[in-house]
């Protein structure tokens, strides 16, 4: 159980593109997700916290015009990167919770690659 | 705030040796932890967790100490094989879950 997907694993584009990365909770319903970025060899940093239903909470120094979330489902969350950049290039991993306890359980994570 | 390194520390043993890796944590009102492992180019995966009203928690060959005192965590996995190579991160959660990632150690398992 407690499995998390996401789509695509990787992506890659043209700069000044926008991207969508879909995280899908599978087998339970998640009411909490959340978006991480992680450059290589660095910690997973927080992006966003998105409650189903309502607008995600960003973290400091995160455009929320720039990295767009929608939690419509309690199985879906979306972030899409609008107008993407080189320097918008990194992984990132969705992770789903509320499932009555306090962990996490993390998507495969998607590598984007802008040129 | 959140962790942020600018590189991995690294820990290197031989099969079958114990590892240990260790966490420090900064928010004392902290009260539950855990530990992920993360495969390169994969999504973390969860290895064990303990409560802050514990010191020690055993799993299949894996256990977690908490030393409330120094804020200090440490991961020990007994008979390290080479597919526990990988990326070991704990986390910090104070309520809800919203989890804070340590900086992660590099383990390397030496056959």
């Known amino acids: 159980g407690a499995v998390v997907s996401q789509h695509p694993s990787r992506v890659i584009c043209k700069s000044g593109t926008s991207v969508k990365i879909e995280c899908r909770s599978l087998d339970f319903q998640a009411t909490t997700m959340f978006w991480y970025r992680q450059f290589p060899k660095q910690s997973l940093m927080l992006m966003a916290t998105s409650n189903e239903g309502s607008k995600a909470t960003y973290e400091q120094g995160v455009e929320k015009d720039k990295f767009l979330i929608n939690h419509a489902s309690l199985t879906l969350s979306t972030l899409t990167v609008t107008s993407a950049h080189p320097e918008d290039s990194s992984f990132y991993i969705c992770s789903a919770g509320g499932r009555g306890g306090r962990e996490q359980f993390f998507g495969p994570g998607t590598r984007l690659t802008v040129l | 705030g959140e962790s942020v390194g600018l590189h991995l520390p690294t820990l290197s043993v031989q099969e079958g040796d114990n590892s240990i890796i260790n966490c420090a944590y900064s928010n004392s009102a902290s009260d539950y932890f855990i530990w992920y492992k993360q495969e390169s180019g994969k999504g973390p995966q969860f290895i064990i967790d303990?409560?802050?009203?514990?010191d020690k928690r055993q799993g299949q060959r894996v256990t977690v100490l908490l030393n409330k005192t120094v804020k200090h965590l440490s991961l020990q996995i007994a008979a390290t094989q080479p597919g526990d190579s990988a990326v070991y991160f704990c986390a910090e959660n104070t309520g809800g879950s919203r989890l804070t990632f340590g900086e992660g150690t590099q383990l390397t398992v030496n056959p």
């Open positions: 303990i409560r802050s009203n514990m």
